[in-house]
């Protein structure tokens, strides 16, 4: 069974930084896209970024020159670094992948838990 765990998360004042982590735990193969997403109280989910196996990253239109997403093959983990941080960045954020191939099998559209990322004014 694969499970998506994230980290990072907590209460920052605007301009500050986090990074998040999500860490994919099981006999893991390969991942191929990894993202982030996020959820703000009384909004629907919505893409940050993405990373695919390659390395190749794309980003939210709000989060651009601000976010960055790098990824740990090895490690089978994804990162999130957020920096300029302002209180619209307030949200819920969620680890996706959307193919895992482990022992097992495939597993499509895995979700964390996620985390929470408050930032003040």
């Known amino acids: 069974q694969v499970q998506l765990v994230e980290s990072g998360g907590g209460l920052v004042q605007a301009g500050g930084s986090l990074r998040l982590s999500c860490a994919a735990s099981?006999?893991?193969?390969?991942?191929?896209?990894m993202g982030w997403y996020r959820q703000a109280p009384g909004k629907q989910r919505e893409l940050v970024g993405v990373i695919n196996s390659g390395g190749i990253t794309n980003y939210a239109d709000s989060v651009k020159g601000r976010f960055t997403i790098s990824r740990d093959n090895a490690k089978n983990t994804v990162y999130l670094q957020l920096n300029s941080l302002k209180p619209e960045d307030t949200a819920v954020y969620y680890c996706n992948a959307d193919r895992i191939v482990t022992s097992m099998g495939v597993t499509l559209g895995s979700w964390g838990q996620g985390t929470q990322v408050t930032v003040s004014s």
């Open positions: 099981g006999r893991i193969f390969s991942i191929n896209s």
